[in-house]
């Protein structure tokens, strides 16, 4: 679901809340298939994986579940509504999926972490496009409730602290400048309002400079076991 959705649970629902929706299960799919920053030393050797040793290693592998809970997992139930997204959020305001995919090979970009670059320069330039203010009649609650809202500690970012909290007034924080995103524009627009932005960055996965052609990525098969099987066994607060 969108954060936007999840932070203004009374706003209509668009065309750009299915399109982000889109992008957040891809990254779902990355994080539980793909070698990432966050993935349990055995799925980072060549395959065939050890089964026993993977799933041994997700029981313990803290970061992950940690990253996982806050971006997917979090909610918050304020006047029968199922209030959430600030973790989503965080990362779109910043333009970036919140993990790194391995390389596909030396230092030749994964066609599926080109994507999500590109998917999420995009998210950023439509959040940036929206107007704060507008978007408080669709908020839920009220500040007494709100400032009861437990903390959780994020030790993926150990500077942090994400609060499920401040919903009224949390996308005051979108004005902030647009990055080098891949396909960002100057100025900021609803560009997930349509399809078409989106096409052009599916497109543009394999027939940018330096992409790897798709007869090649579709020879290997780079998947990796379940990173998500036994991962609610890893811990998700500090020592």
């Not at 065939?48 to 971006?71: H, I, M, W």
């Not at 994964?110 to 998917?119: D, K, N, V």
Request: overall charge negative; some cysteine.
């Amino acid at each position: 679901m969108s954060a936007l959705l999840l932070k203004y649970p009374t706003r209509p629902h668009k065309v750009s809340d299915d399109l982000e929706s889109f992008v957040h299960v891809l990254a779902w799919q990355a994080l539980r298939f793909h070698v990432h920053d966050k993935s349990p030393p055995s799925c980072r050797e060549a395959p065939p994986y050890d089964s026993f040793k993977v799933y041994q290693e997700n029981c313990s592998n803290g970061s992950l579940a940690r990253f996982k809970g806050l971006l997917f997992d979090e909610e918050l139930e304020i006047d029968g509504f199922h209030v959430g997204g600030e973790e989503k959020l965080n990362w779109i305001q910043k333009g970036e999926p919140g993990f790194r995919l391995a390389n596909y090979s030396g230092n030749i970009q994964h066609p599926l972490a080109r994507l999500l670059s590109s998917l999420y320069a995009l998210l950023k330039e439509h959040y940036e496009s929206q107007d704060p203010k507008d978007l408080q009649k669709y908020a839920v609650g009220c500040d007494d409730v709100l400032q009861e809202a437990p903390y959780i500690e994020d030790l993926a970012m150990p500077q942090s602290k994400v609060a499920l909290r401040g919903y009224t007034n949390a996308m005051e924080n979108l004005t902030v400048s647009v990055s080098s995103g891949v396909v960002a524009s100057t100025t900021p627009r609803p560009v997930l309002d349509t399809h078409g932005r989106m096409l052009t960055a599916l497109g543009n996965v394999f027939t940018a400079v330096g992409a790897v052609p798709p007869t090649t990525w579709y020879r290997r098969n780079d998947k990796t076991l379940d990173q998500f099987y036994r991962l609610e066994q890893a811990s998700y607060t500090a020592p």
